[in-house]
């Protein structure tokens, strides 16, 4: 727990602040709520005790002064406890009125125990209350007895109580919105603000979810170091903070400016709102669970852990680290992430924890598997924004990027944007995950996305800033140079078209010229760069906010990406690269069928037959390999077909290679029911909805073969995925002539050059539209 307060204590030093100014007004705030709460008491206790009745009645705090946090604005709210004395009315007004006549702000109330009872279990607020009733003066028994009662039935009444909680708590994040992406947030209402971390003591007061931990209880005693400094310079009892406040606020936290007070908040509010979102999800599972919540076991007694991806499995609607997980690997992490987000569920806290503290860090250049892991992560979409903040909570992204921490809890002090820097990045990069159909690299779109404003927060343009930074990052991930550079200029110009669209006559030539000028600074990747753009275009806009993206505002980016893309159209488009090697020929030439496994490498040469792709996916798929790369190269030689696959483990150790092999020698010799047993298979797996995905694009590409038809298909990836385009093909008559099958991230980039029975590619529209729906229909 040391090691993570550390990381909240390291993510509030601001530069330009320093942390002795800050701490050194943070203790003088404390030491004043101190004092003016012993006086409170003091003077509170002398009130009671001159009515005579000290023995027989109890004097108690309930909010902020029980809690020793009363700031200068904050309401003193008190309950007198009796015993059903006739003259209590009496008793009372000699505590009021004086309370009144100092000028303070009071909440009062008179009850029996028995009338506090009957008012908590109908207000919920008031249960709140009294759970952290504090004696100031009078009977203690009476004090326990209150106390008492009042948290018996709060925890007796747990599932009811829990879920108005979290009704009540998530209809005021609706209505006061989010503090860490608030200009002018509510320190106490808000989401991630004071309100939260008083709610989650209070479910963790029925003992069926656990308490705010230590981060959380920093990030709260910031809050309302803020709220006290508020308070004093305002002389005013409101909790929102307005821009013209920030300044002197932050002047008395000594902090330099109200930047750098938003920098502070947005990090502390961002621990409690994380802390919130997991507590309200384990309370959600609480209530909808069995009564006294109980758990339903597999047999065995055990609870069911399903796997989800290698290293990881489902654990109570949670992803966390499979038994097995080799902590020594470095691509643990964002493989887990990866998996978790897919899956379309949360990463647990502890397991985030445990990443950091036990994984080592990635190399440098990453592995591709690291590469490919951030990139199925991104391309979760919306699923994949939890799962992160979870990482970056635990120290593992800067880690990993340490260029994200100058963006990281960043304010934009600008009403267009939503978010702070980062959370812009992290939600403009699952926005674009909606549109890796529309581009040739979704790897690059996603990564690009990611990395837009990395720049934001140095000197300097921040684009030009930024495509510097996004460069030396695209080599430590391991991009190729010719990557790295298409990532270097998206990053460059990703405000190009949208600025030339708007400020710019899409009549004029040069215009048009100007912007295929500035897309093709790499070398024959200019279109490429150019449908990265018009995707970031959108994915930034929409994830700036409502102002910043309209109908408008789309036509005109997409004539100016249509005009451009026919400028550049007279390209020579790259080479297909489906020629083999001169190692794949001389394994064509073996006898017979020849089978090669060299790791994660499956090389199968044969003599050509119609479905040799997808049987062979096929019995990969049967031994749990996702197909990351194949590669068909038809009549090799003689007849002979090369097949190249790129095969990983779904989760766990790799089959045995002697196994694979003798099943794939089966197939080939027709003695392996491939069909039968993916069947089988797949109606023994549980389904889980996982993350939203776009819905699958099937392209015939025209003119792209003399001899073939060209059929390009973009999906997500999943088990078996190859099986089901190749049988789809085969049903259609037809054959693989070529292929080449990539998967980037989680996103399936297939192209199959096909032909009918006599060799000849497709010519008749009904064909190719029946192919197209066919594909399609295996897809979905």
């Not at 654990?315 to 978790?340: K, N, Q, S, Y």
């Not at 490498?601 to 019995?619: E, K």
């Not at 049903?731 to 989680?746: E, H, N, P, S």
């Amino acid at each position: 727990m040391k090691e993570t307060t550390g990381r909240f204590k390291a993510a509030t030093a601001v530069e330009g602040a320093g942390a002795g100014g800050l701490e050194e007004a943070r203790k003088a705030l404390a030491a004043a709520r101190a004092r003016r709460g012993a006086e409170l008491d003091r003077w509170l206790a002398g009130l009671l005790e001159a009515t005579g009745a000290a023995r027989e009645v109890a004097l108690v705090a309930v909010g902020s002064h029980s809690r020793g946090e009363l700031t200068p604005g904050g309401d003193l709210d008190l309950v007198l406890v009796h015993r059903g004395r006739p003259d209590i009315a009496q008793i009372a007004d000699r505590i009021w009125y004086p309370v009144w006549d100092r000028g303070l702000r009071l909440d009062h109330s008179v009850r029996t125990v028995r009338e506090a009872r009957k008012v908590a279990g109908s207000d919920i607020k008031a249960a709140m209350g009294l759970l952290g009733a504090r004696l100031l003066a009078g009977d203690q028994d009476l004090a326990d007895q209150l106390r008492a009662v009042v948290l018996t039935d709060w925890r007796a009444q747990a599932r009811r109580r829990l879920a108005e909680l979290a009704e009540l708590t998530r209809r005021r994040w609706a209505d006061r919105g989010e503090l860490a992406f608030l200009l002018e947030g509510d320190l106490k209402e808000a989401k991630g603000g004071l309100r939260d971390v008083y709610t989650m003591q209070a479910a963790a007061a029925t003992w069926a979810v656990p308490g705010p931990g230590e981060r959380v209880r920093a990030a709260h005693d910031l809050l309302l170091d803020v709220r006290h400094a508020l308070h004093e310079t305002t002389g005013r009892a409101g909790d929102r903070l307005h821009l013209q406040e920030q300044d002197a606020v932050a002047h008395l936290l000594g902090l330099p400016d109200g930047a750098a007070l938003l920098r502070v908040i947005v990090a502390a509010a961002r621990t409690v709102s994380y802390a919130a979102d997991n507590l309200w999800r384990h309370v959600d599972r609480f209530c909808a669970d069995r009564p006294r919540g109980i758990r339903v076991a597999r047999p065995g007694g055990r609870v069911e852990r399903r796997p989800v991806g290698d290293g990881a499995v489902e654990h109570e609607g949670e992803a966390v680290l499979a038994r097995g997980a080799d902590l020594t690997d470095p691509v643990l992490p964002l493989r887990v992430a990866a998996a978790a987000a897919q899956a379309g569920l949360p990463l647990a806290p502890a397991t985030a924890e445990q990443l950091a503290a036990k994984v080592p860090p990635l190399p440098v250049p990453w592995p591709a598997e690291a590469r490919d892991a951030l990139v199925s992560l991104l391309g979760a979409g919306p699923a994949a924004i939890p799962v992160w903040e979870a990482l970056d909570q635990a120290g593992v992204i800067v880690r990993e990027l340490p260029e994200w921490e100058q963006v990281r809890n960043r304010p934009q002090r600008n009403p267009v944007h939503r978010f702070t820097v980062d959370r812009h990045l992290v939600e403009t990069a699952a926005g674009a995950a909606a549109m890796t159909r529309d581009v040739a690299r979704p790897d690059l779109l996603l990564v690009g996305a990611l990395l837009h404003d990395i720049g934001k927060g140095r000197p300097g343009d921040h684009s030009r800033t930024g495509a510097a930074l996004a460069r030396t990052m695209a080599a430590r991930m391991g991009f190729c140079d010719t990557d790295a550079d298409v990532l270097e200029t998206v990053v460059l110009h990703h405000l190009l078209l949208p600025d030339t669209a708007t400020r710019r006559d899409l009549d004029d030539p040069v215009t048009i010229q100007t912007v295929a000028q500035k897309v093709s600074a790499v070398p024959g990747r200019g279109r490429q760069v150019l449908e990265i753009l018009a995707a970031l275009a959108v994915a930034d806009a929409q994830a700036t906010g409502p102002a910043a993206w309209g109908a408008w505002k789309a036509r005109l980016i997409e004539e100016l990406v249509r005009r451009v893309d026919a400028c550049l159209a007279g390209g020579a488009p790259p080479r297909n690269g489906l020629d083999p090697t001169p190692e794949q020929l001389a394994l064509a030439r073996h006898d017979g069928a020849a089978v090669r496994i060299a790791g994660s490498r499956v090389t199968v040469a044969v003599p050509d037959r119609p479905g040799l792709l997808w049987r062979t996916a096929g019995v990969l798929a049967l031994h749990r390999l996702v197909v990351r790369t194949a590669r068909v190269f038809a009549s090799a030689g003689a007849g002979t077909a090369v097949l190249d696959f790129t095969a990983v483990p779904e989760y766990g150790t790799p089959p045995d290679p002697a196994a694979l092999e003798a099943d794939l020698r089966r197939m080939l010799a027709g003695r392996l029911d491939v069909a039968g047993l993916l069947e089988r298979r797949a109606a023994a797996v549980r389904r889980r909805p996982g993350a939203p995905v776009p819905p699958p694009r099937v392209t015939i590409v025209e003119d792209a073969s003399d001899t073939a038809t060209v059929v390009e298909v973009r999906a997500h990836d999943r088990p078996g995925l190859l099986w089901r385009i190749g049988q789809a093909i085969g049903a259609c008559g037809l054959q693989v002539d070529k292929a080449r099958v990539d998967t980037l991230g989680a996103e399936a980039v297939d192209v199959f050059y096909v032909v009918d029975a006599q060799g000849r590619p497709l010519r008749e529209p009904a064909a190719l539209s029946a192919l197209r729906e066919k594909v399609l229909a295996a897809l979905r």
